[in-house]
């Protein structure tokens, strides 16, 4: 008796899962290519624009770093800028972004002298 219930409970559970991955994408936003579906449109869909400058940035050890700015948009509304550079993981060797701790006000004065 305790494994059908068990057995129940975890087919229930299954059930519910399963239900909770799926997604409802609505029809005006969905391409059919076949068998294939793509969403040509998401609400609230933003762009990115990066920018390489030609300032660095100095840390505390004395590397020196290209910065780069990146201006994030939502729509046809421009968005804030912020500066970054890239970076080596000591770790794993990859490279990463590392957002600057002043990135705004850095990028609002790059931004200014490139008039961008």
């Given at each position: 008796m305790?494994?059908?219930?068990?057995?129940?409970?975890?087919?229930?559970?299954?059930?519910?899962?399963a239900?909770?991955?799926?997604?409802?994408?609505?029809d005006?936003?969905?391409k059919?290519?076949?068998?294939?579906?793509?969403?040509?449109?998401?609400?609230?869909?933003?762009?990115?624009k990066?920018?390489a400058?030609?300032?660095t940035?100095?840390?505390?050890?004395?590397?020196?770093?290209?910065?780069?700015?990146h201006?994030?948009?939502?729509?046809?509304?421009?968005?804030?800028?912020?500066?970054?550079?890239?970076?080596?993981?000591?770790?794993?060797?990859?490279d990463y972004?590392?957002y600057?701790?002043?990135?705004?006000s850095?990028?609002e004065?790059?931004?200014?002298?490139?008039?961008?």
């Amino acid at each position: 008796m305790k494994k059908l219930i068990l057995l129940a409970a975890m087919i229930a559970g299954c059930i519910i899962n399963a239900g909770a991955q799926t997604t409802k994408v609505s029809d005006n936003n969905v391409k059919r290519d076949g068998k294939t579906f793509v969403q040509t449109s998401s609400r609230g869909a933003t762009e990115s624009k990066d920018i390489a400058t030609d300032y660095t940035w100095r840390d505390s050890k004395g590397n020196e770093y290209p910065i780069f700015l990146h201006q994030r948009t939502r729509g046809d509304k421009a968005g804030t800028w912020t500066a970054y550079v890239w970076r080596k993981s000591a770790k794993t060797g990859k490279d990463y972004k590392a957002y600057l701790k002043d990135g705004d006000s850095i990028a609002e004065t790059i931004r200014k002298e490139m008039n961008l």
